[in-house]
């Protein structure tokens, strides 16, 4: 290992509203459920009791060029409405996701989502800088189509890319 790499960080919080109870959301932040409301999301299963997101599940994904991220599920509290990813690609980034959900009015729900990106190495330092450059445009892009995708799903449109 280099000892003189110094890793870069870039942290975001993004907001966003969607018209469906938290309650509904919640169990939608899970692996296997994504692939029904968020178009060609693919993920290797590795490890889970249940079948489904819960606490310590691990599980894979894939980016073109790079090797397979691993995904552990660090919290997962159905009660407070809070679930929490890391993600590892290896020599490039971790990634903490942690999304809380608030119930609203009229049977809406805040969702905030919580990123923390770390470099592993001279790769991940760019994706730092870049990340730095657009200010979270990235992120605040994510955390809206993800909401996006909420809302057609508890409204039945058809999944749309």
Not at 47 to 68: N, W, Y
Not at 78 to 90: A, G, W
């Amino acid at each position: 290992m280099n000892q003189e790499f110094v890793a870069g960080r870039f942290e975001y919080r993004s907001l966003a509203e969607v018209g469906a109870p938290a309650g509904q959301i919640f169990p939608l932040l899970c692996p296997v459920r994504e692939s029904e409301w968020i178009p060609g999301w693919e993920y290797q299963l590795v490890f889970s009791h249940s079948g489904l997101a819960e606490k310590d599940c691990v599980f894979l994904t894939r980016q073109a060029g790079e090797a397979p991220t691993v995904w552990v599920n660090s919290l997962h509290d159905p009660q407070e409405l809070k679930v929490e990813y890391i993600r590892i690609t290896p020599g490039i980034r971790v990634v903490r996701l942690r999304i809380e959900l608030t119930p609203l009015p009229a049977g809406s729900t805040r969702m905030v989502f919580g990123f923390a990106h770390t470099a592993l190495g001279e790769a991940g330092n760019r994706e730092v800088d870049r990340l730095n450059a657009e200010n979270g445009r990235e992120f605040e892009q994510l955390g809206q189509r993800l909401a996006t995708l909420l809302e057609r799903f508890f409204r039945h449109d058809p999944v749309l890319e």
